[in-house]
């Protein structure tokens, strides 16, 4: 069954620190990875994926296959990156690549 | 140009009562997807279209449940009979084509069963 983790419900961090958000999953097959965050009233948006390397307002995420992990990362936090994340594997079967979410990271950088 | 619409935005349902939510996906995009997300959980995937076609819905709970697209433009999300435990956000994402394409998500239908 596919699975993902995120194993932190609730993350807090100063402004300034570095904020890793984890991500584990269990997949069969290769997956596309993505995080996906929605800030306060607005609608779940795709930060950044995988296939892409890119890095998304300082974000950046590390595939690491050995340990099915695709963690987060951001050197510096900033208060307007508040918001909840969510990790979401997909993969391209039946021409739908529908993503299995986890249960995400509401992450707080406190000023 | 608009994003993907929902409507309603809320709805408050009495158990046993049929619903339809509607989704209005990005204009020209092929693909649409119906997520459901229960409180203090991520969404999770009920059905998927491509154009008219239902291609999966694997994820849908039960045969109370149904969803279409005729025209390959606007999906109804009908559910029977509707149970307190049918109460979440149901989200709609529409994408232009194939997985590495960004999917666009729609502010979601706040359901309440009472």
């Known amino acids: 069954a596919q699975r993902v983790t995120q194993p932190e419900k609730l993350l807090s961090v100063f402004k300034g620190a570095p904020v890793e958000l984890k991500c584990n999953y269990s997949?069969?097959?290769?997956?596309?990875l993505f995080w996906y965050v929605q800030y306060s009233r607005q609608r779940l948006q795709l930060l950044l994926r995988?296939?892409s390397r890119e890095s998304i307002k300082g974000f950046t995420a590390d595939l690491n296959k050995g340990e099915t992990s695709f963690h987060l990362k951001k050197p510096f936090a900033q208060e307007e990156d508040s918001a909840m994340y969510y990790c979401?594997?997909?993969?391209?079967?039946?021409?739908?690549?529908?993503?299995?979410f986890g249960d995400g990271t509401t992450l707080t950088v406190k000023p | 140009g608009a994003g993907v619409s929902q409507s309603p935005r809320y709805k408050v349902a009495k158990r046993g009562q049929d619903v339809a939510l509607r989704c209005d996906p990005i204009?020209?995009?092929?693909?649409l997807f119906w997520y459901q997300q229960a409180l203090g959980q991520g969404p999770e995937f009920l059905t998927y279209?491509?154009?008219?076609?239902?291609?999966?819905k694997s994820g849908l709970p039960s045969d109370r449940f149904f969803a279409e697209r005729p025209e390959g433009s606007v999906s109804t999300l009908k559910i029977q009979r509707t149970q307190q435990e049918d109460s979440a956000v149901y989200l709609c994402a529409s994408r232009y084509g194939t997985l590495e394409e960004t999917q666009y998500f729609g502010p979601g239908t706040r359901l309440l069963v009472l």
């Open positions: 204009s020209g995009h092929v693909s």
């Open positions: 279209f491509q154009n008219e076609a239902q291609l999966d």
């Open positions: 997949y069969s097959g290769s997956p596309e």
């Open positions: 995988h296939i």
């Open positions: 979401a594997p997909a993969v391209n079967n039946t021409n739908a690549g529908k993503s299995t």
